[in-house]
């Protein structure tokens, strides 16, 4: 069963606008932790941010938000003022039983001047 | 700061053929992730290591092993490659072995082409 779900295979946004990448997922454990990546096409994988399951406040990191809705299992990740740099590919990601991490299929975001 | 560090960054091989991707965590950090991504997928867990123990398995052909050395690094061996094998092969690290305690830092990729 698809434990991450991300229903936006790609999605444009004009530059300087807020965007939001949406992101489902499917657990029955009480602990767990979400993360989402960015990978450009050069192809690494970058680290944006974190949000675990028992944390009341949505997770902030610099341009990046993320808005954890627990009861609705969403954590969709908002970018403000969005830049060029920022087209790239998106995966939201969960971590419950065990180490590894299960991805999503990504969004594609473009950003257009 | 210091990254993962991923060895080679590009691998052509033959079918047939073996390969060893290698992997340098963090330093302090004590688990090892190994992924593969094909083509327009998502990233899918390979194997993990925490403290030079095998911790969790994923989707690993038997085709492969890996293993991670007293220094924490980190080695993928792969044999008998197939065309499918061809994919982007990430090696990742974290703190603890427990990801949702600290997240996960992944290298930059090894490009595996197999022909």
């Known amino acids: 069963a698809q434990k991450i779900t991300q229903t936006q295979p790609g999605m444009f946004v004009q530059e300087k606008e807020a965007v939001t990448l949406d992101c489902t997922y499917d657990t029955s454990d009480q602990s767990y932790g979400l993360f989402w990546y960015k990978q450009p096409s050069s192809g690494e994988m970058i680290f944006l941010i974190y949000?675990?399951?028992?944390?009341?406040q949505n997770a902030t990191e610099g341009r990046y938000s993320l808005n954890f809705q627990k009861a609705r299992k969403s954590a969709n990740l908002v970018i403000s003022a969005s830049q060029l740099g920022d087209s790239a590919m998106y995966f939201c990601?969960?971590?419950?039983?065990?180490?590894?991490?299960?991805f999503g299929g990504g969004t594609r975001l473009m950003v257009k001047p | 700061a210091a990254g993962v560090i991923q060895s080679p960054r590009h691998l052509i091989k033959e079918k047939r053929e073996t390969a060893t991707l290698k992997c340098y965590p963090i330093?302090?950090?004590?688990?090892v992730y190994w992924y593969q991504q094909g083509p327009g997928q998502d990233p899918q867990f390979l194997i993990s290591?925490?403290?030079?123990?095998?911790?969790d398995k994923g989707s690993i052909p038997d085709r492969f092993s890996a293993q991670q050395f007293s220094d924490y690094h980190s080695e993928l061996n792969m044999s008998s490659l197939e065309l499918g094998d061809s994919a982007l092969y990430f090696c990742?690290?974290?703190?603890?072995?427990?990801?949702?305690?600290?997240?996960?830092?992944f290298g930059n990729g090894t490009r595996l082409t197999v022909t």
């Open positions: 990742a690290s974290s703190t603890s072995d427990v990801a949702y305690n600290s997240p996960l830092h």
């Open positions: 990601a969960m971590n419950d039983a065990g180490n590894m991490l299960t």
């Open positions: 330093p302090r950090h004590d688990t």
């Open positions: 290591f925490y403290e030079k123990m095998q911790s």
């Open positions: 949000q675990g399951s028992y944390d009341e």
